[in-house]
């Protein structure tokens, strides 16, 4: 939906977010955000199984492809409806690696970072990678079979902050509202145990 915000040189300008519709109940903007959220999946399969059609006639033996995206928007999830909070539904996104290396699937389910995406690849290519990493380069990941458990995951936005320690996390939103949640009781996030 289109809305105006003022740029820092004070101009108008226009631009499209997905905010809450006053006019519309809230289960029905839940079911217009996933639609919309949908119909951008399947326009984006579409270009990607073109693009890897081209890259498995060209070049799939000697390439590695790197496949995940940025934080999400909330659709509606712990009445959130824009980007950048603290909650699952915005920070946990696909990564996937395709490695001409790997033959069988490996499905890592504890939590790895995207900062580590540039020294795995690099570590991968044989570059020296750079001397920096959130937590660890994929490879160690891989062949323990798992993220590390004990190491503290910390974020922070314009908004919220958060630390998560396995599946304990604990946020502070907008500075005042404290909660804490168990991922492993509780992955949406809906019971606040403070």
């Known amino acids: 939906r289109p809305f105006t915000y003022q740029t820092p040189e004070n101009k108008s300008s226009h631009g499209y977010h997905l905010k809450r519709n006053k006019k519309v109940s809230e289960a029905g903007q839940r079911r217009m955000e996933r639609a919309i959220y949908r119909a951008q999946l399947e326009h984006g399969d579409k270009q990607l199984d073109r693009l890897f059609g081209l890259l498995t006639r060209l070049y799939i033996k000697n390439s590695i492809i790197v496949l995940h995206s940025n934080h999400a928007s909330g659709l509606g999830d712990n009445d959130i409806y824009e ?19 790997l033959t069988q699937p490996i499905h890592i389910h504890t939590p ?82 403070i």
């Open 83 to 101: 980007h950048g909070t603290s909650y699952q539904s915005s920070i946990h996104v696909p990564l996937l690696i395709r490695h001409p290396k």
């Open 112 to 193: 790895t970072s995207l900062f580590d995406l540039v020294p795995s690849i690099s570590k991968m290519i044989g570059v020296d990678e750079p001397r920096w990493a959130m937590l660890e380069t994929y490879q160690e990941t891989i062949s323990r079979g798992q993220g590390l458990k004990q190491q503290p995951i910390i974020g922070k936005n314009s908004w919220d902050e958060y630390i998560r320690i396995e599946n304990w996390k604990y946020i502070v939103l907008r500075g005042s509202k404290r909660m804490l949640f168990n991922l492993a009781y509780d992955p949406h996030e809906e019971k606040n145990l």
